[in-house]
């Protein structure tokens, strides 16, 4: 599914988010990325979704090197994944249901299909019964489920979250977590940046570290001592 060899990021300036960083989430597994504010983690993930790209290594995506993926190319492979971002990113003069069926608006689907396809993702987060509502009128943790339905609408293979529960209360971020679960128990790649170690440990799920733009724990890489 995820696949980097020896990464490096290199921004203008010089400063290097990520350094020789290798990978390998496997299709439908889970995983926590954590790490110290400014450790490489959003970096990480706006390359496996071509945001960035790495300026040294090769980063893959089902087998698709994304060193070399053309500009017309991405939306195709972006098709295939969901992004939650910390800050929602709504769109707060729109209700609720256009926000989460603008990816299905974008690619062209039915109107039919539209209205199937997002009244399923808003009931699957537990907000169907908000679908007319303006953004600004929800409370931060249901903003948060809006864009996860946004993000899943499309039913994509992987979903990556950065720092999906950072401005919730406990309560709020098990939920939203839990909700990350359901996912990978259907089949969905899921890799989740978070700094709540707390919650990640209950979740008892492989965790990366990075520190400084290396990766200095990786639970993938773990083989039990009776397959060694």
């Known amino acids: 599914m995820i696949e980097f060899h020896n990464v490096t990021k290199r921004f203008p300036g010089g400063h290097d988010a990520l350094i020789n960083v290798s990978m390998h989430l496997e299709t439908g597994a889970m995983a926590f990325l954590t790490g110290h504010s400014g450790a490489g983690k959003s970096t990480l993930l706006k390359i496996i979704s071509l945001i960035e790209k790495p300026t040294r290594g090769q980063a893959l995506l089902n087998h698709i090197n994304l060193n070399t993926v053309s500009r017309r190319q991405i939306p195709y492979i972006r098709r295939k994944i969901g992004f939650i971002f910390q800050d929602h990113q709504l769109l707060f003069d729109r209700p609720v249901f256009d926000n989460v069926a603008m990816p299905l608006t974008i690619q062209g689907y039915r109107h039919q299909e539209i209205a199937k396809r997002t009244r399923a993702a808003l009931d699957k987060v537990g907000l169907l019964h908000k679908e007319k509502s303006m953004p600004i009128t929800l409370s931060g943790g249901e903003?948060?489920?809006?864009?996860?339905?946004?993000?899943?609408?499309?039913?994509?293979?992987?979903l990556l979250a950065d720092e999906p529960t950072g401005n919730?209360?406990?309560?709020?971020?098990?939920?939203?977590?839990?909700?990350?679960?359901?996912?990978?128990?259907?089949?969905?790649?899921?890799?989740?940046?978070?700094?709540?170690?707390?919650?990640?440990?209950?979740?008892?799920?492989?965790?990366?570290?990075?520190?400084?733009?290396?990766?200095?724990h990786n639970d993938l890489d773990y083989v039990p001592d009776f397959l060694a």
């Open 143 to 158: 903003q948060q489920r809006v864009g996860i339905a946004r993000a899943v609408v499309h039913k994509p293979m992987l």
């Open 168 to 216: 919730l209360d406990p309560v709020l971020s098990r939920e939203i977590m839990q909700i990350f679960i359901d996912f990978h128990q259907v089949g969905v790649s899921v890799l989740v940046a978070s700094h709540d170690l707390n919650l990640i440990a209950e979740l008892q799920k492989p965790v990366l570290t990075l520190n400084r733009g290396q990766m200095i």
